[in-house]
């Protein structure tokens, strides 16, 4: 497999070219291409667009890249219903990365005088976001005191020629590094890729513990090492095939204003005070294609779908190993179908849902016999199997996303679970309704003219 964003091009091309659109027309950085995403989605068009010609930068744009699901189960080799499966056994047999002396990344090598951030599409993705932000860059660090390596979307917000600011969530494991080396006083070493192949995306969003290398789950998902280079100013190592790197440090005690931001709920959330990025070298292949992704569009949800399933699924089948299924329908929610074998074990799932993941925040459980991925079922099983002062679990003052606007403190929130599963059990409840079984085999519509 190769590893690099253009050889998915290339099949993309091939197998499905109504997929990919150029456009070759002016478009303005200045919110034109999230206009564009989102009219497309409006009709449910969902092509990869790339904009050859950006106001202001010589870099073209590529969009919209993850934003169906048969893509993103395409990029790792699998059926649209089988990522589940191909993402849990690159997790369970992850291949550790490779070294490469040199890569295509370095085909241009910008340091000193010569970076800069405004040289690169100046994207304004909303109303009242405060200025352009980077939206897919994958940060690469280590561990100031272990050989242990992180890797996770971190979005950064162009603050001048050489400086960000960026979203480190609190209790996340770029967050945890760089509370190491701010006690230690010194900056933490990053760098981010920028246009990059989506197995390397979706391997980036793995959730485990902070000693699980997520480059190692990328060589899972590609069957093969993710190939490695060196940086030039830092010892930090970064895909080989990746479009763009940014090589920066994460600045100790300092911050800065950053936001307002159209963030992935949906929300535009206002101004806080974030952790400061120096750039110290740009590095890029001829040609870069500068990724963007549309903030809380498709594009942006489906990609963080898939890993945040795969690792609650993995913490529930831990705990009840007669689970379902499991899906991620919105921001911070998680529903969960099992077939229950002993009372007591929908409330372990809802545990093990709310102790594996940050940023969920209500989980719903219900039978096997109800489609987690048909909302109108599990809102029927909760009216209909759910008593509310038996069935809720609330779990107080836990740590959440900071991006939810209903937490009276960023991050500080309650979190709640609904077993909604028939009780005693499925087997003893008011059994449904249906038809004959014989008869509806029997029945033909066009026998009676319908
Ligand atoms: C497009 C996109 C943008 C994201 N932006 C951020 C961000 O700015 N800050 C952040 O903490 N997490 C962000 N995330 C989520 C993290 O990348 C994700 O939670 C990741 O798994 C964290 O890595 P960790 O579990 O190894 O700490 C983003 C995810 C996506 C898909």
């Not at 409330?347 to 991925?373: E, M, P, T």
Request: glycine share 6%; hydrophobic share 40%; charged share 25%.
């Amino acid at each position: 497999m190769t590893q690099d964003l253009r050889s998915f091009l290339d099949l993309v091309k091939r197998c499905k070219p109504d997929d990919l659109v150029i456009v070759s027309r002016e478009v303005d950085p200045a919110y034109e291409i999230t206009g564009l995403v989102v009219k497309l989605e409006r009709e449910r068009r969902r092509p990869i667009v790339v904009f050859e010609n950006v106001k202001g930068s010589r870099f073209p744009v590529l969009t919209n890249l993850h934003a169906t699901r048969s893509r993103l189960a395409a990029a790792i080799n699998a059926a649209p219903d089988g990522m589940l499966t191909t993402y849990l056994h690159a997790m369970e047999r992850p291949i550790p990365p490779r070294v490469v002396p040199t890569g295509p990344v370095k085909e241009v090598v910008l340091t000193g005088e010569r970076v800069s951030l405004y040289d690169l599409p100046q994207i304004v993705h909303h109303e009242r976001d405060a200025g352009p932000y980077i939206t897919a860059a994958i940060s690469f660090a280590r561990d100031p005191e272990h050989e242990i390596w992180n890797c996770a979307y971190n979005r950064l917000m162009i603050q001048g020629r050489d400086r960000t600011s960026i979203h480190l969530t609190i209790g996340k494991h770029l967050w945890e590094f760089h509370k190491k080396a701010e006690a230690l006083g010194r900056p933490l070493p990053v760098a981010f890729a920028i246009g990059v192949h989506p197995a390397v995306a979706l391997g980036a969003l793995a959730i485990g513990s902070i000693d699980e290398d997520e480059r190692a789950i990328m060589g899972g998902l590609f069957g093969e090492p993710l190939e490695l280079v060196q940086c030039e100013t830092s010892d930090i190592l970064v895909p080989a095939h990746a479009e763009l790197v940014i090589e920066a440090e994460i600045l100790p005690h300092e911050r800065v204003a950053e936001g307002p931001f159209g963030e992935f709920t949906g929300y535009s959330l206002g101004e806080r005070q974030r952790e400061v990025v120096r750039v110290n070298a740009i590095t890029h292949r001829q040609g870069a294609y500068f990724h963007d992704i549309s903030v809380a569009h498709l594009d942006h949800l489906l990609l963080s779908t898939v890993p945040i399933e795969a690792n609650l699924y993995r913490a529930v089948r831990a705990m009840v190993p007669s689970v379902r299924a499991v899906r991620v329908p919105a921001p911070f929610t998680c529903y969960v179908s099992l077939e229950q074998r002993a009372p007591g074990q929908a409330k372990n799932a809802i545990l093990a849902v709310l102790g594996s993941d940050l940023y969920i925040k209500r989980v719903v459980v219900v039978d096997q016999d109800v489609d987690v991925f048909d909302d109108r079922q599990v809102t029927w099983a909760m009216a209909t199997r759910c008593q509310p002062d038996r069935d809720l679990l609330v779990v107080t003052h836990a740590r959440g996303s900071d991006l939810d606007p209903s937490a009276p403190q960023d991050g500080y929130t309650a979190k709640w679970g609904v077993d909604a599963t028939a009780k005693p059990s499925l087997d003893a409840y008011t059994p449904r309704h249906r038809v004959p079984r014989e008869v509806m085999e029997r029945l033909r519509l066009e026998d009676f003219g319908l």
